[in-house]
């Protein structure tokens, strides 16, 4: 008898909605009784155990990154304080947010939106031709 499945299949594509929405599976899976979906550990233990799972999830992750990345260029382009004191304490601010947010991107989605290797066709090869040149140590006109 097949195991009865530990996240429904409707239950799953919310939850990758609200994930590619940018919200985190820990605060959409919260395991709250009451809740509408199950513990956020029951969803990762059934992306682990499916491959159509797993293949959505990670579909999902990589629309979050590119949530993610606007979300850094709204943290940028916001307008800073006129004091200069306090403008200064917001960029150091903002520069560590936005840094964190672009290690995270970095994380989920290394590969891009579509999570294909852009040089695929070289196996991930780069090939190319360095020419390096030294100078004979020579001086002349020197006594």
């Known amino acids: 008898m097949p195991r009865k499945p530990r996240v429904s299949k409707e239950q799953f594509t919310k939850i990758c909605e609200r994930i590619a929405d940018g919200e985190p599976l820990t605060r959409i899976a919260d395991g709250q009784p009451g809740s509408e979906f199950p513990h956020w550990r029951t969803v990762l233990r059934h992306v682990q155990d499916s491959d159509e799972a ?33 403008a200064m304490a917001e960029v150091n601010r903002r520069r560590l947010e936005a840094d964190q947010k672009d290690k995270y991107v970095r994380q989920l989605a290394p590969l891009g939106l579509r999570n ?6 070289n196996d991930g090869k780069v090939s190319g031709t360095i020419t390096l040149k030294w100078d004979d140590g020579k001086t002349e006109g020197k006594k």
Not at 72 to 84: A, F, N
Not at 116 to 121: F, L, R, V
């Open 54 to 86: 797993h293949t959505e999830y990670r579909k999902a992750r990589a629309l979050q990154a590119e949530v993610l990345r606007d979300q850094i260029l709204e943290i940028v382009e916001r307008p800073l304080p006129d004091e200069p004191k306090l």
């Open 116 to 121: 294909k290797a852009e040089d695929q066709a």
